[in-house]
């Protein structure tokens, strides 16, 4: 096990009506007027809009609304937002949805406070020094963005998706009530499934140095989220399930996975990355399409570590029996596995390569990850 350093400040309120409280959270953190951000209009559908803005005015918080956040998020919206918390003159950021919109809200809070284009943050041209403070209320379990520093973002006009990490950006305070995701449609409950399993499997077989605790920590959480995914697929009410599968979404990506672990790539979300910018699918759909052809490519690597993943996740044998069954694990649970079950033609493969290699050097990983390497890669994909 390497050296480490952990540290994660944000605070988890996690549990049922969590989301009532939000007004003291942010009145306790000195919070007077707030940019409270959406996607779509079903939080006023389904009334917790109004519960949030019912708390918000109890504590005397003003609230200024920003909503159309989309899947995928834009650096369009997230001018737009850094335009109305200037103007507005607002003291943080409330996020309401899904990790799009808590993305779009980091990057909206560094934006707010630099004078420059928020975007240079994302090119490594200026460093995050400073942000507004970020609170949240989480509607769909997947990206963990509730308690990390990270946050990713599409450039619609240059198709790039970038990412920025900084520890200004963790959450003050992330809500994380499993029933208000209860109405999470089936396609986005398996594809955050997918989405968990990727953020779990990258350091999974790349690391150079992966304690065992580790690897039991992964192997506990894909296994969770599977067995929760087939219940919550059955009964969208089981209450139990929801609140372990939110739970681990959340620990996939909070820090505790790569405790004591070195050299680790994402060479998965830098491929997929490619693909949701030049075709807009949902992020963990292109994560369940590309990750089993990187782990057949992948394997002769680290055949030791799949061997494993075979027989802990499994029960098989050996490796590619392990590769085997989650690719047929997706296909079970109605995530995509390929290209054309997406409905992605085989002509589109080119452009995505070409903005795949451009990942590639931006994630570190042009040495490894060359044209011809993510060509060969994404041919087992289509």
């Known amino acids: 096990m390497e050296n480490f350093t952990f540290w994660n400040p944000t ?49 005397n918080i003003h609230v200024v609304t920003l909503g159309g956040i989309v899947s995928n998020p834009l650096l369009s919206k997230v001018y737009e937002g850094i335009n109305v918390a200037k103007a507005q003159n607002v003291d943080a950021i409330l996020a309401v949805g ?10 909206i809070a560094a934006g ?15 460093k995050i020094e400073k942000a507004l403070p970020i609170f949240d209320i989480i509607t769909l379990a997947a990206t963990g963005s509730e308690m990390n520093h990270g946050a990713v973002i599409t450039n619609d006009a240059t198709h790039q998706k970038y990412f920025i990490q900084a520890p ?44 065992v605790f580790v690897s039991k920590q992964i192997e506990a959480i894909i296994t969770t989220v599977m067995e929760t995914t087939e219940k919550l697929l059955k ?43 030049m075709c807009n699918i949902p992020h963990g759909a292109g994560l369940s399409i590309v990750m089993p052809a990187w782990m057949k490519w992948y394997r ?16 098989l044998d050996n490796a590619q029996a392990g590769i085997d069954a989650l690719q047929a694990w997706f ?12 409905g992605i033609e085989e002509k589109r493969v080119p452009e995505i390569i070409d903005n795949a290699v451009d990942n590639a050097h931006y994630f570190g990983l042009g040495d490894m990850y060359t044209k011809e390497v993510i060509g060969e890669i994404l041919k087992k994909a289509l």
């Open 11 to 59: 605070k988890v309120e996690f549990g049922r009506d969590k989301e009532k409280e939000i007004g003291k959270h942010l009145e306790e953190n000195g919070i007077k007027k707030v940019l409270l951000t959406y996607g779509s209009e079903r939080i006023k559908k389904d009334g917790l809009f109004d519960s949030v803005a019912a708390s918000l005015k109890a504590h």
């Open 98 to 107: 899904g990790g799009s919109v808590l993305d779009s809200s980091k990057a």
């Open 112 to 126: 707010t406070l630099y004078a420059g284009d928020v975007w240079d943050f994302f090119l490594g041209k200026a």
């Open 168 to 211: 200004a950006l963790f959450p003050k305070v992330s809500i994380i009530n499993p029933q208000l995701q209860s109405s999470v449609s089936k396609e986005y409950l398996v594809y955050s499934a997918s989405d968990v399993i990727a953020h779990c499997i990258e350091g999974y077989f790349t690391a150079t140095t992966h304690p």
């Open 235 to 277: 009964n969208p009410n089981d209450d139990e399930a929801r609140g372990e599968f939110a739970w681990a979404a959340t620990c996939a990506l909070n820090g505790l996975t790569h405790v004591g672990v070195a050299g680790i790539g994402f060479p998965n979300h830098m491929i997929e990355h490619a693909i949701s910018a």
């Open 300 to 315: 002769q690597y680290n055949e030791a570590q799949f061997t494993r993943f075979a027989k802990t996740i499994f029960g």
């Open 331 to 342: 296909r079970k649970i109605g995530t995509p596995t390929s290209f054309s079950a997406y």
